[in-house]
């Protein structure tokens, strides 16, 4: 049995697998996920786990050079934004509207599904590069 770091099989094999500039989506619950895209659901009831979290666990095993956050977190989840501005201090982050967010999913690697309830509580992560640092 691993001992540390991301114990969920699937996370972990996700995790392993991106390359640089890769992107995985970490989702409310009502995120939809686009056809072809694999799903891995964590959702066991509404509020958990939460996106915290769930990004926290993420952040600990995963290079993150850029997070995408859609527009509307600014004034609909402002808990969320100001957790993500400071989870992700040092890396990019950029914004865009809701529907063009959703288009973004498409081409990601994998959707991790958390139970969030709250507007907007999603997140593209790209993947950096660790070189050794």
């Known amino acids: 049995m691993k001992k540390l770091g991301m114990l969920n ?10 390359g640089h500039t890769d992107t995985i989506v970490i989702a409310d619950v009502g995120l939809p996920v686009p056809d072809g895209v694999p799903k891995i659901d964590l959702a066991l009831r509404l509020g958990s786990p939460s996106f915290e979290a769930v ?9 993150v050079e850029k997070a995408v956050l859609a527009e509307e977190i600014k004034t609909d989840n402002p808990e969320a934004l100001h ?3 400071h989870q992700f201090a040092g890396a990019g ?5 809701h529907e ?16 969030e309830a709250k507007p907007y509580a999603n997140v593209i992560l790209q ?5 050794g640092k």
Not at 55 to 63: H, L, T, Y
Not at 93 to 97: A, N, V
């Open 83 to 85: 957790y993500i501005e």
């Open 100 to 115: 063009a967010f959703k288009q973004l999913t498409r081409t990601a690697k994998a959707v991790i599904r958390t139970g």
């Open 93 to 97: 982050l950029e914004y865009c509207p």
């Open 9 to 18: 099989s699937h996370i972990a094999k996700v995790l392993a697998d991106l």
């Open 55 to 63: 990004v926290s666990a993420i952040a600990e095993d995963m290079v």
């Open 127 to 131: 993947a950096g590069v660790n070189f």
